[in-house]
């Protein structure tokens, strides 16, 4: 988003803990409210509009699909379903979609929505993890490790298809940022498809300055803008103890929010979510309020 231009901003929270499979990221959109993010984002001259949270039901984790180690798996297509189609409502009004997690599942709804408006799309994916598994390789069965290889067309057909499942993110148009963990079979689906991932090392050598401009290169690039996809624990856990699977060494807050700025100079990004803060486990709401810099620096925020 150009910080020049004050486009609407809407708002929208989803409680969703069934893709990380452990409770407190529910209520991270509540946390984020909680920490000022309407006033922050209302005093840089937007107008924001809150359609407050979507509904999530509990679930069983296998309910349904025993021959599968997808937990949670219809609940988190239905949520998400419905979570593309608000996004793709939200971009039609030319308004900007700024979603609040919940876990990072839902970054599959939010792409799946803002592709009906923008496309070919860039993605910026901040975070210490890959999430390109797919139940092949998944560890765990945690769909929340899975969101990316979904955006990029990898997957079960149910998450692929959300959105209308018309088009997929190209993996020459993502660039993932902070990466410190990632799992074997992430590792090869990475090296296979090319996708720019720039660790903690290319940012400790280069600097995060360097590292951004690569990645806007690479996501900006002959695409009709990019999308910015957070989750909190790409930041290193001093900064953001609230997160459900925090990795040590990470992006520092100061980091972090020099890549959100230089973002808002480039004047690209049509779409955001913050995802993963988990109140539960947090320290005097840090996390939170972490995020909210985040996002105000990447809606424009100067120290000047």
Known sequence: MNPRIRQNITVLGVPMDLGADR???DMGPSAIRCAGL????EGLGYTVRDEGDMIV??????????????KYLYEIVRVNAELAETVADIAGKGHFPLVLGGDHSIAIGTIGGILRHKEPLGVIWFDSHGDVNTAATSPSGNIHGMALAVALGYGHPSLVEIGGGRSSVQPQHVAIVGARSLDPGERRFLKEKGIAVYT???????????????????TATGTSGVHVSFDLDGLDPKDAPGVGTP??????LRESLLAMELLSDAGVVVSAE????????????RTAKAAVELIASLLGEKIL
């Open 274 to 285: 913050f995802v993963e803060v988990n109140p539960t486990l947090d320290v005097r709401n």
């Open 38 to 41: 309407q006033q922050r984002l």
């Open 23 to 25: 409770r407190g990221v």
């Open 57 to 70: 039901r509990r679930a069983k984790a296998y309910a349904a699909v025993p021959e599968s180690n997808l």
């Open 200 to 218: 903690m090392h290319e940012i400790d050598r280069i600097g995060i300055s360097r590292v951004m401009e690569q990645a806007l290169e690479k």
């Open 247 to 252: 990795v040590a060494a990470g992006v520092s």
